[in-house]
């Protein structure tokens, strides 16, 4: 089972930086004004799902639970808290400061995405150590066997107690 996490989070993590390619490509497009970096990302970023669908081991391993939920994780990090936030941001910069053009809202679309992928990417890490510290601990806890052991035997001393306190009744 670690297996199949440590690859959902690493399929996880380099779907969310395709995309942010992607994503910074469409700014340097906009930026120097043609479109060369958004359509070679745009084809990078086709070949990629093009061979996820067509490669049956990566469409079986694609279609896993964790690797779904890992990627739902990140598409919430770098989709949907970015879309909110620089779509609240700009409304409140356009009112409050300066109207935004279209290449200005793209870019701090980008810089917010970016910043959730940084706090996925944290958040991954402390999961990690977090799972880490509880095999650990799991491992080296071999004393909760033994504890059940014990009561067990303890049971079991109670009842020869009980029966030898019968049989000393009995003769008495």
Same mark, same amino acid.
Request: glycine share 4%; charged share 15%; no cysteine.
């Given at each position: ?24 490509? =469409? @700014? ?39 690797? %779904? ?8 990090? =770098? ?13 409140? =910069? ?6 935004? @053009? ?10 917010? /995405?970016? /910043? @959730? ?8 890490? =402390? ?8 095999? %650990? %601990? ?6 909760? /066997? ?20 019968? %049989?000393?009744?009995?003769? /008495?």
């Amino acid at each position: 089972m670690p297996k199949v996490r440590h690859y959902a989070d690493l399929v996880a993590t380099l779907a969310g930086l395709m995309w942010l390619m992607l994503y910074w490509s =469409i @700014s340097v497009s906009l930026h120097i004004g043609s479109a060369e970096p958004a359509l070679a990302a745009l084809l990078l970023l086709g070949s990629m799902i093009l061979v996820s669908f067509v490669h049956r081991p990566v469409r079986v391993m694609l279609g896993r639970y964790h690797v %779904r939920k890992r990627r739902t994780e990140m598409w919430m990090h =770098i989709l949907a808290l970015p879309l909110n936030l620089a779509f609240l941001l700009a409304i409140g =910069i356009d009112h409050l400061i300066t109207p935004m @053009s279209g290449a200005q809202k793209m870019l701090l679309f980008n810089v917010l /995405a970016t /910043a @959730s992928w940084l706090v996925f990417l944290v958040t991954l890490l =402390i999961k990690l150590l977090a799972r880490a510290l509880a095999d %650990r %601990r799991g491992s080296s806890g071999a004393e909760p /066997a033994l504890s059940t052991n014990s009561s067990t035997d303890t049971s079991n001393n109670s009842n020869s107690a009980s029966v030898l306190h019968r %049989r000393d009744a009995d003769e /008495a």
